[in-house]
């Protein structure tokens, strides 16, 4: 353990989906931490403009375009870790989402769009989580990033918070599996965290929306992506020795699920006015 509290020097730490959103803040931190970073991602532009900030903080850092959905990429990602840095100490499972094509009520839903979520939020997390432990011949932390939909009601996003819920139950196995050779697994379950896509393109791009989400989180903001990264720095440094099976929710206290609420308020707000009617 260094002389100093969080300080990642020496330790080499995988980051996946690093080019933008949450994963390019838990790189920042990453970076201001004195961590060997492997940034991870599909598009090229943000993994350099990521690699860039990397750079003016000062830490060392590579980027190695990857598919996760992708076994081969995977296994490169992990054997270019190795061969640039020796080792690989930490690993965060950031990438995931679901396209607003690939989601809708349950009743609807069809196999290609639960392949398309459940596939990569789920399946590949876990083979991501595999090929890390694997690679950890030093032991080492794994970190999944999940959501606070992993333990609420979804409508209209079902079967992304079913692959966030076995994602972090499978954490709580891998915890209890991998132990014994030093690896550690937790979960970082962020709420609602404001990205640029969210806000230009994505569910958060309504004022509205937006001040309805504020309303339910007792520290009367929603998150920014320096929120998340912070605690990742926590879990694969030397400091968190002894936590493993975690999750761990950062969302400013909120306990209410908000789409939830607003899924019944339309429910209402249909069958009254086919009561009207």
């Given at each position: 353990m260094s002389g100093h509290l969080f300080d990642l020097s020496g330790k080499t730490i995988v980051v996946t989906g690093g080019g933008r959103g949450i994963g390019r803040g838990i790189v920042r931190a990453l970076a201001r931490a004195n961590a060997n970073i492997v940034i991870s991602g599909r598009g090229q532009g943000p993994l350099a403009e990521t690699a860039e900030e990397v750079?003016?903080?000062?830490?060392?850092?590579?980027?190695v375009p990857a598919d996760i959905t992708s076994m081969a990429d995977l296994e490169r990602l992990a054997a270019?870790?190795?061969?640039?840095?020796?080792?690989?100490?930490?690993?965060?499972?950031?990438?995931?989402?679901?396209?607003?094509?690939?989601?809708?009520?349950?009743?609807?839903?069809?196999?290609?769009?639960?392949?398309?979520?459940?596939?990569?939020?789920?399946?590949?997390?876990?083979?991501?989580?595999?090929?890390?432990?694997?690679?950890?011949t030093r032991g080492g932390s794994i970190v999944n990033v999940t959501s606070r939909s992993a333990s609420q009601p979804?409508?209209?996003?079902?079967?992304?918070?079913?692959?966030?819920?076995?994602?972090?139950?499978l954490t709580a196995t891998m915890a209890v599996e991998w132990g014994h050779m030093g690896i550690r697994v937790n979960a970082i379950a962020p709420g609602v965290v404001l990205t640029e896509q969210s806000t230009?393109?994505?569910?958060?791009?309504?004022?509205?929306?937006?001040?309805?989400?504020?309303?339910?989180?007792?520290?009367?903001?929603?998150?920014?992506?320096?929120d998340v990264g912070p605690l990742?720095?926590?879990?694969?440094?030397?400091?968190?020795s002894w936590i493993s099976g975690a999750i761990i929710p950062v969302n400013g206290g909120s306990r209410?699920?908000?789409?939830?609420?607003?899924?019944?308020?339309?429910?209402?707000?249909?069958?009254?006015?086919?009561?009207?009617?």
């Open positions: 750079a003016a903080i000062g830490a060392p850092a590579i980027v270019t870790a190795l061969e640039r840095f020796g080792a690989i100490d930490g690993w965060v499972n950031n990438a995931g989402s679901a396209s607003p094509s690939d989601v809708g009520p349950l009743i609807g839903i069809d196999e290609r769009q639960w392949d398309a979520v459940v596939d990569l939020n789920f399946k590949w997390t876990f083979f991501a989580c595999q090929i890390a432990a694997k690679a950890m979804n409508p209209n996003t079902g079967q992304y918070g079913a692959a966030k819920a076995g994602v972090e139950n230009t393109q994505g569910s958060m791009k309504s004022e509205s929306r937006r001040q309805r989400q504020i309303d339910t989180v007792p520290l009367r903001r929603l998150g920014v992506v320096d990742a720095v926590y879990l694969v440094s030397d400091e968190a209410v699920p908000v789409g939830y609420l607003s899924y019944l308020h339309h429910v209402n707000e249909r069958m009254r006015a086919q009561e009207n009617g």
